[in-house]
């Protein structure tokens, strides 16, 4: 694989649409920076963890379009499922012919940012929308950090150090080969 595009900001959230949201359109547009993608990765929902309870996120919508995907629907994106539902459809209207693959929220010991409920109701909320339209979810929970080794692999018990990131794109290119 070669990196087209990294459109990622420390603190960055998948709700809202500040200017480092993922639902911002000048993020998603830069993932093309370098030109048509095949497969986007999307690894949010940490930071939102920040913001809100994501065991209270939210409704999915459930009711797809019947037709192809034309425009954006509304969704709630001050709430987790409405904004990554969201993020989903402007990535897929944005590049309709890359493979989207979305990774789960990874385990934290730093419950002012995300608790293990968090992480467990925000990966079953991303899992759905996933299977819904059709992305790919990997679960990075499976990478080899766990709450156990987690301040290993992290370099504040939240964002992956060296060590953590070469375990998750391990996984990652394991789980696309």
């Known amino acids: 694989m070669v990196l087209g595009q990294n459109a990622s900001y420390a603190g960055s959230t998948v709700q809202s649409d500040t200017s480092h949201s993922h639902l911002n359109n ?61 993020l989903i459809e402007k990535v897929m209207l944005a590049y309709p ?24 109701s925000a990966n079953a909320i991303i899992e759905k929308l996933c299977k819904m339209y059709g992305c790919v979810f990997l679960d990075i929970r499976q990478c080899g950090i766990n709450p156990v080794n987690v301040s290993a692999y992290t370099i504040d018990n939240l964002h992956p150090n060296a060590a953590g990131m070469e375990l998750i794109a391990n996984y990652i290119e394991k789980c696309l080969a």
């Open 97 to 120: 012919n890359a493979k989207i693959c979305c990774l789960g929220v990874m385990w934290s010991n730093n419950t002012s940012y995300i608790t293990a409920s968090e992480v467990i």
């Open 26 to 86: 000048d993020n998603i547009t830069a993932l093309g920076a370098n030109g048509v993608p095949d497969i986007i990765i999307i690894q949010g929902g940490t930071n939102d963890g920040n913001f809100e309870d994501l065991t209270a996120n939210g409704t999915i919508t459930e009711t797809l379009p019947t037709t192809p995907l034309t425009s954006q629907n509304s969704y709630d994106t001050t709430t987790f499922s409405g904004a990554y539902q969201a």
